[in-house]
């Protein structure tokens, strides 16, 4: 498979829990900010699926704006694609945080043995892709080759430059 375009998009969820009491009877309530990182943009909410629309809009506007040149077929097969991840956070985000306020202390050591796995992970990934023993200082020659590339590579420019203007001027 291709890898063709990768995209990032990062958000910050903020949860802040009042208590308080209503006609003597004690009640809760949580408010929040999700903030997308990229651009700044914010939306305050007291019903998580505000949240999770806000998050999902501006998912799909990077995903429009990633396949903005492919036929509107590919796009709506694309879209499609990544919902599916929208349907796997409905189905397991409220017993998340469910979990999360009847045990917080579980599922913190949780998340961090999710992160130490994913950065062991990692850690072998980078370890195993740059060998230290294998690399060498540049020689003379490797200089001399590179210094002849690149004055190839400037000639073909001035070449390539040349046709342009030439094409332009027609």
Known sequence: MKKKQEQTASFMVRFNQQIFEDNGESKIQWKGKVLYVQSGDEKRFSDFNDALIFMQQKLGEL???A????????????????L??????????????????KDPKKQLTHLQDEIQGKIQTIGEEISEKVHIDQWRNASRSDFNTIQKQIETLSSEIKKISTKIDSIKNK
């Open 84 to 101: 599916s991840m929208w349907k796997t956070i409905k189905d397991v985000g409220p017993k998340v945080f469910r979990d999360t306020l």
């Open 67 to 82: 396949t903005k040149h492919q036929t509107s077929e590919e796009q709506e097969s694309i879209i499609n694609k990544s």
């Open 63 to 65: 995903t429009e704006e």
